[in-house]
């Protein structure tokens, strides 16, 4: 058995996040979606693993090389992204008789890939109240077809993004017309292939989340924080403050006066506070500084990024080797508190959320007093000028003043 890892996709919805990245290394409790997928595939003792890469794909094997924990990596890469389908038959080479095919972009509970791996043709099935954006699995035990995002079923099972399946599937995909997005899908392949077989559908009420848009990433950083344990490797000056579960990472100095509510991930060789408050739900990654009556809250703070003095943050993702000037003041919430709308793409799209502050790319830098609406999205290398405020979509390397 081999699992094949579906990690090519361009991530458009999630810019700016993606922009210097590929999808599957954007940090879900200070590590990259991918490593969760490689250790539930390794907890299910699948030993074989290829990922298939695109854009930015080098970075993937940077990270990780040829071997994870032990257990070799091959790596295939898909030179044009020609849809799902396409990408799953980058898998035609592997010589194994059965794939576990994973989407490089879903968080998921271990136990799901130990119950899925025993079937001979199956496909995950999550229920969701508000089925529109999915695939909808039509049937009972067996699948009778996938109907992608229907306009009339309020709930149901959808497809989970993980398959198990023999080597048929290879024919099905080639047998499939181009679908109307210039695509070849790998659902229309899977509703080819269960006229002949029957495939089956493997229903979880287990954790499974899928990373669609930036704000996922704070849900998932939020579900994984709950299984966290307190893990203080780090040098703690007295008068600081450690309430719940708190991981802080090695060579990390928490200063006097900091106050810290967990559940709260600090990585390594970090310098926090003085008089720094660290809310619930934060996770600060590796070489980052949060200074002098700094707050944040409900927020991922990527590798590198500082932070030192003054600045607030709410529930916000914020890219690798930003700076904050003095002052710098992030809203997470509208004054009408009504939810919060984000251009994605050129079309504006409701977040669901009431709270949410901005998304903010790599190499990102702040004057004085300046003050970032709830939901912008901010571009690489963007510059936010002294005193100026800064909303909507602000394009990558430029600046406001």
């Known amino acids: 058995m081999r699992a094949f890892i579906m990690a090519a996709g361009e991530g458009t919805r999630m810019w700016p996040l993606t922009e210097n990245r590929p999808k599957p290394l954007i940090p879900v409790g200070n590590k990259p979606i991918i490593s969760h997928i490689l250790d539930g595939v390794l907890d299910a003792g699948i030993e074989r693993v290829t990922i298939l890469i695109g854009r930015e794909g080098r970075k993937i094997v940077g990270q990780y090389g040829y071997s994870y924990k032990g257990v070799p990596i091959e790596y295939k890469y898909q030179e044009k992204r020609l849809g799902t389908g396409n990408a799953a038959l980058y898998a035609e080479e592997c010589s194994e008789d059965k794939i576990v095919f994973i989407n490089g972009d879903i968080m998921f509970d271990r136990a799901i890939l130990k119950q899925i791996k025993e079937e001979n043709n199956a496909i995950l099935g999550v229920f969701r109240e508000d089925v529109r954006r999915y695939g909808v699995l039509k049937g009972d035990e067996y699948l009778d077809r996938i109907e992608e995002k229907p306009i009339d079923t309020k709930e149901g099972w959808i497809n989970g ?4 399946f023999g080597r048929e599937i290879f024919d099905a995909i080639k047998k499939c017309k181009i679908s109307p997005r210039g695509e070849i899908e790998l659902t229309d392949a899977i509703n080819i292939l269960a006229k002949k077989k029957k495939i089956k559908i493997v229903k979880t009420e287990a954790y499974w989340n899928d990373i669609g848009t930036p704000w996922d990433i704070l849900e998932a950083n939020r579900d994984f924080l709950k299984h966290i344990s307190k893990k203080i490797e780090g040098d703690i000056e007295e008068g600081v403050t450690l309430k719940g579960d708190v991981i802080v990472g090695e060579d990390t100095v928490i200063k006097s006066g900091t106050y810290i509510e967990g559940p709260v991930i600090i990585g390594k060789n970090c310098r926090i506070g ?128």
Not at 161 to 164: A, S
């Open 161 to 164: 993004g993980i398959y198990v």
């Open 274 to 401: 003085p008089n720094s408050y660290i809310r619930q739900h934060s996770v600060i990654g590796d070489d980052c500084h949060i200074g002098n009556s700094s707050e944040i809250k409900a927020s991922i703070v990527m590798n590198g990024t500082k932070i030192p003095h003054f600045n607030y943050v709410g529930d916000s993702v914020i890219g690798e080797n930003c700076n904050f000037g003095a002052g710098t003041k992030v809203a997470n919430l509208r004054l009408d508190e009504k939810n919060i709308w984000i251009n994605l793409k050129g079309k504006y799209v409701d977040t669901g959320r009431r709270k949410l502050g901005v998304i903010m790319g790599d190499e990102v830098h702040t004057g004085i007093n300046a003050s970032i609406l709830p939901g912008t999205l901010i571009g690489k290398g963007a510059k936010i000028g002294p005193g100026s405020v800064a909303g909507g979509r602000i394009s990558s390397g430029s600046t406001v003043m």
